[in-house]
Every structure is written in C-alpha cells, then in structure tokens.
C-alpha cells in the first residue's frame, strides 16, 4: 500500500501555464508537506499543513497556492508557471510536528520550457 | 553561514571501509537531528533519528554534539547498496525540517 502518493510523475509544460500536483497520504498523519528539491539537491520546505490549516509558510511566490481540502490531501497549485519552476517537488507527512518522522512521495518532476 | 553544512563529497570507498560523515548546524535552539537517506531520483527516507548519547542502529553510529552544534554518521563495513546521498536534518520546535545539501556516498567493489 502507498503511504504518501503524487501525480503526476512526470510533468513538462510551457511557461505561463497554471499546473497542479496532487498529494495524498494513508497513514492518518495530521501534518502534510511541500518540499522543493532543485537542479542543485537542495531540497527546502515551501508550506506545511496540520489538519487542513496553514502553519507554515517560507518565502514562496504567491503564485504556489497550497490546498489542504481534508487531512489527507494537501494539493499545490502554481499559476504562470516560470522557468525557474523547473524542480523536483515532494510532498510529505508526519503524524503530529515536524520532529516527527517525515514520509516522502515519490516527488513530482516538473520541467518548464 | 548556512543553517545545515554537509561536506558534500563524493566519497569513494570500498566495500567493507568505514566511513564517517560530518555536519554542523547554525541555530543553538535545534532539538531533533535526523539523517536521512536519498537514493538517486528517489524521495528521502529516515535512516535514524540522533538523540543526545549518541545512539547505533546495526552498522551506523550516529553522535550529536550539542555544544559544538555537531552532528556524525559512521558506516561501518559499508555495503554497496549504501551507495546514497545522505541528508542531515535539523528541526526547531515548531518549524519544519531544515535539510543539509547532503554527502554522497559510493561504495565500489
């Protein structure tokens, strides 16, 4: 059974377009990630839900939208999308706070051109 | 100053070596350390949490240093399935996980 699962896989788009990535965990977990990992590795914290609500928000363009619409999904949606957007988002859970074992998706990589 | 610091190597050692990884972290509020595992293209998996005394999970040895804001991973008798980008993790109470640029390892035969 998939504890965290993304789709797409794969995603390749034009710039400007609105995309959307979805996440869905069945371990019960209350608190839901997006991680952004670049062309670099470097993989950083972009939003974090607990149950259903916003706790943490980095310095992300207002053009990444989470949506948290129960518990067990939290959807990013990106708006004109841009070059620079080009990465590897995982998406993640734990069952309470992040000192809590974190458990990936698979990641979502998503090319712009 | 980077919050996470990692060497990122490529370290390149044979089956069977020990080898160590290091790295130190700037915030002195950090509570949870953790090393991750990250295969190639894959998502990150815990490898094991670090608690203050230092603590072993069969061949890896894992030592927090608090006063040197420090943290070690020893591989001992390393396999080639080791073979992994490995991720020191830090967290403050209420913020998410500050993740470290990572070492990669490869073990050859």
């Known amino acids: 059974d998939t504890a965290v699962s993304q789709t797409p896989k794969y995603l390749v788009t034009q710039m400007g377009n609105d995309k959307s990535i979805k996440c869905e965990q069945n371990?019960?977990?209350?608190?839901m990630y997006w991680y952004k990992q670049d062309s670099k590795k470097f993989l950083k914290i972009m939003f974090s839900?607990?149950?259903?609500?916003?706790?943490i928000n980095e310095t992300v363009p207002n053009r990444f939208s989470p949506k948290s619409p129960d518990k067990a999904h939290l959807n990013l949606h990106i708006n004109s999308l841009e070059l620079g957007d080009s990465a590897v988002y995982f998406c993640?859970?734990?069952?309470?706070?992040?000192?809590?074992?974190?458990?990936f998706g698979p990641g979502t990589r998503l090319l712009v051109l | 100053r980077k919050e996470v610091e990692q060497d990122p190597g490529p370290f390149n050692v044979p089956e069977g070596a020990t080898v160590a990884f290091n790295c130190t972290y700037s915030?002195?509020?950090?509570?949870?350390f953790f090393w991750y595992r990250q295969d190639c293209r894959k998502e990150p998996k815990l490898l094991m949490s670090?608690?203050?005394s230092g603590n072993e999970d069969g061949r890896f040895t894992a030592q927090l240093n608090r006063a040197s804001q420090y943290i070690s991973l020893l591989i001992r008798d390393s396999k080639l399935s080791d073979s992994a980008t490995y991720l020191c993790?830090?967290?403050?109470?209420?913020?998410?996980?500050?993740f470290g640029k990572g070492t990669t390892l490869s073990v050859s035969s």
């Open positions: 839900y607990n149950n259903k609500e916003l706790i």
């Open positions: 915030n002195s509020a950090s509570q949870s």
């Open positions: 993790v830090v967290n403050q109470a209420g913020t998410a996980l500050i």
């Open positions: 670090v608690y203050s």
């Open positions: 993640a859970s734990s069952q309470a706070g992040a000192e809590e074992t974190q458990y």
């Open positions: 371990l019960g977990h209350d608190t």
